[in-house]
């Protein structure tokens, strides 16, 4: 780490996540080194443009923070992987972003030194610089080891959430409320804008959108008016 607290960040998934967190803790004043290459590299170049594609083992050994956003049955063994050809450095920050695991899955990377960091923006990212605004009014869930916890709760309001505390034995459930809140959300609409577009209204999905917004923001004001949605600073399992 730099004397001013700036990073050399690198990101190992070029999904629709790692991209635009990188961009967003580019933003904040940390420099980006690189990213390794993804399935739309044009989609890549446009949120992080000369930003150096590179394989995940040189990824890792010029960042002092290193991004994984990958798919979740990936994440285990890449970072054992990359623990098993001397990748990781000891003092390096390691930062993941599945919302089911905390710090655990990163035990191989651990091994040689690395510190451990769960961060999860609840957020449904698109990979376009939308999503920077998206996390300006977002919340993040961060579990990391208490003396180093500051790290990722700094990293969070960086990347322009509110971070929010959960326990390592809590990432099941907070997974699980996520993905209800999103594959549900997603199946009403789908089944909505079909039986609209069977009465014959035309762009059903227009058509409901002002009436899915208000519900929703309704509904999320009233859990948050009741005393039992007083959410905690720490959540635990």
């Known amino acids: 780490m730099s004397r001013d607290g700036r990073l050399g960040v690198g990101i190992i998934g070029a999904g629709r996540v790692g991209p635009v967190l990188g961009a967003a803790l580019g933003g904040a004043g940390h420099a980006l080194v690189g990213v390794t290459q993804g399935s739309d590299p044009e989609r890549v170049e446009a949120i992080l443009p000369g930003v150096p594609v590179?394989?995940?083992t040189e990824v890792v050994r010029r960042s002092e923070l290193v991004i994984v956003a990958v798919p979740h049955d990936q994440l285990e063994g890449l970072v054992a992987g990359l623990a098993e050809v001397g990748a990781w450095q000891p003092g390096q920050l390691v930062l993941h972003t599945d919302p089911a695991?905390?710090?655990g899955i990163l035990s191989a990377a651990v091994a040689k030194g690395a510190i451990p960091l769960a961060v999860h923006p609840a957020i449904e990212f698109s990979g376009t610089s939308m999503d920077l605004r998206a996390l300006s009014s977002a919340y993040a869930a961060v579990t990391a080891p208490g003396p180093v916890l500051p790290i990722a709760q700094a990293l969070a309001v960086e990347l322009g959430c509110e971070p929010v505390v959960v326990d390592e034995s809590a990432r099941p459930a907070?997974?699980?409320a996520i993905a209800t809140a999103r594959d549900?959300?997603?199946?009403?609409v789908r089944q909505a804008t079909a039986l609209l577009a069977q009465?014959?209204?035309p762009h059903p999905g227009s058509f409901l959108s002002a009436l899915a917004h208000t519900t929703i923001d309704h509904a999320l004001a009233e859990a948050g008016s009741g005393p039992a949605a007083e959410p905690p600073?720490?959540?635990q399992g």
Do not use: K
């Open 184 to 188: 549900f959300s997603r199946s009403i």
């Open 199 to 201: 009465a014959g209204v």
């Open 233 to 235: 600073a720490t959540i």
């Open 174 to 176: 907070y997974a699980e």
């Open 101 to 103: 695991w905390g710090t």
């Open 54 to 56: 590179l394989d995940a």
